[in-house]
């Protein structure tokens, strides 16, 4: 009977564990304003996740949102969508300008410097970190458009 409630106690000890561990520290996030009529806007953050995770995607009020990679083929910019992206433990992984980033995708309206758009993160390990982010008009940041 004992080892019983001992197994027993065990059993408990496991369901009761967190399922997730310390959420991933994500910084320097903004989302590209939008020329009227747009209908897509880049979103870029750093993420440093505590463990080793990954960003399966996102979500936002603002639109569909896809992982991107940003592409050069042929001289060509493009860009392509990913499944996930890599977060190895205590290790930044930037999404910017030229690379990886956030895509809003069906836009309702332009984003206009001085919102905040809001984002829920999708990690596999750490899972859902809800995150906002100022709108900037980036084009005397980066001249190097998205
Ligand atoms: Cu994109």
Redesign the pocket.
């Known amino acids: 009977m004992k080892a019983l409630i001992a197994l027993l106690t065990l059993a408990v000890t496991v369901l009761t564990a967190p399922a997730y561990g310390q959420p991933p520290t994500v910084t320097e996030a903004w989302v590209r304003a939008t020329p009227p009529g747009a209908r ?1 806007a ?1 979103a870029y953050l750093t993420i440093v996740a505590t463990t080793d995770d990954r960003l399966l995607g996102a979500s936002s009020t603002a639109g569909a949102v ?1 992982l ?1 990679a ?1 592409t050069v083929d042929n001289g060509l910019h493009g ?1 392509r ?1 990913l499944a996930e992206i890599a977060l190895p433990e205590d290790t930044p992984v930037r999404l910017e300008p030229g690379g990886l ?1 956030l ?1 809003l995708l069906d836009l309702a309206a332009p984003l206009v410097p001085g919102e905040v758009i809001a984002f829920t993160l999708r990690f596999a390990v750490a899972g859902n970190v809800a995150i906002a982010a100022p709108v900037v008009d980036a084009r005397a940041m980066t001249p190097a458009s ?1």
Do not use: L, R
């Open positions: 897509t880049a896809e991107h940003q860009m969508a980033h895509m998205h």
